[in-house]
């Protein structure tokens, strides 16, 4: 009957740890399948591996992002990526660090980015990219335990675990037209926390994005753009978004996130090489009326070189 006791007591609270870990997850007050980014227009190698090497320089951009302020254990993330041109324009190279904590769960992804970029015209460029690494998740479990009882198995669950992965893309660029379509995250995942308690990853996320240059004049451009994500399970998430481009140096825009989010976005030139951005996600739909906006800074630099052509006395 102790034993019994003691099987039952170990099943409920286990139970009970896989309840809160879903409900931090899965809920709709935290419903995201991968990290999120409102200023995925600027920085494509966050959703789409084929876009390295697009903007034909050396290119690092650093982004900090605070969702749902005023929540606690809402997403902080901070990502750190880069990617450059090689081989006559055909290949291109890059990589992405994200590090991201929501809840009780901290995940770390480094992933390395190849494309192969395929003339289609002279100034049109259709591009093929795949991408690997690794991701290291930390989830403390035992923190969403109370304390109450003395059983050293429930107190201790937590998961440390290291994983690989891959994903792919492709993208289609013009002076006036972009499209990508990619899948960044493709192998599902299993996680072992103990003998009795299994958790299930399965991350294959979908993007679809494109956006569309319209030149007013000689000084203003509107950029209208469509990211559509879809995730298996869950209801298709759309991103439309419009910016104004000012003298090719400030660029203002709206963005509305289907059911989530109304988002500002900013944008400025510095330097011609050295850019930074801003974005507050303000929460609609069924976001918790006591949620916060979300905060969003961008930091962009690239390293541009002036080639001098030289002819050969040959």
């Not at 034993?3 to 740890?17: H, K």
């Not at 200023?39 to 789409?48: E, R, S």
């Not at 480094?110 to 093929?128: Q, R």
């Not at 308690?197 to 469509?226: A, R």
Request: proline share 4%; net charge neutral; glycine share 8%.
């Amino acid at each position: 009957m102790i034993q019994r006791s003691t099987r039952s007591y170990r099943f409920i609270l286990q139970a009970g740890l896989l309840l809160g870990f879903v409900l931090v997850c899965t809920s709709s007050a935290f419903s995201q399948q991968r990290v999120q980014f409102s200023q995925y227009m600027f920085n494509g190698l966050i959703i789409n591996p084929a876009y390295a090497g697009a903007e034909e320089a050396l290119s690092l951009t650093l982004m900090h992002r605070m969702q749902w302020t005023g929540i606690d254990g809402a997403p902080v993330t901070q990502t750190l990526s880069g990617h450059s041109l090689f081989r006559k324009k055909s290949m291109g190279l890059g990589f992405s660090l994200v590090n991201d904590k929501i809840g009780v769960h901290k995940n770390l992804t480094a992933m390395g980015s190849y494309a192969y970029h395929l003339p289609v015209s002279n100034s049109s460029w259709l591009s093929f990219g795949l991408q690997a690494g690794i991701h290291n998740r930390k989830s403390d479990y035992a923190s969403l335990y109370d304390g109450s009882g003395n059983d050293p198995l429930v107190s201790a669950s937590g998961l440390t675990q290291t994983s690989f992965d891959m994903g792919t893309g492709v993208y289609f660029r013009s002076p006036r037209l972009h499209v990508g379509l990619s899948a960044p995250e493709l192998l599902p995942e299993k996680s072992v926390v103990n003998d009795s308690l299994t958790v299930h990853w399965d991350n294959t996320t979908w993007f679809l994005f494109s956006k569309y240059i319209i030149t007013l004049n000689d000084h203003i451009n509107l950029e209208p753009g469509l990211l559509v994500k879809y995730f298996p399970d869950t209801p298709i998430s759309i991103d439309v978004n419009l910016n104004a481009v000012f003298y090719d140096a400030v660029s203002f825009g709206l963005s509305y996130r289907k059911d989530e989010s109304v988002d500002f976005l900013l944008r400025a030139k510095v330097t011609p090489q050295f850019q930074f951005g801003y974005a507050y996600d303000y929460p609609t739909g069924e976001i918790p009326k006591t949620a916060g906006g979300s905060h969003e800074l961008m930091l962009n630099y690239r390293f541009r070189y002036a080639y001098t052509k030289v002819d050969s006395p040959r």
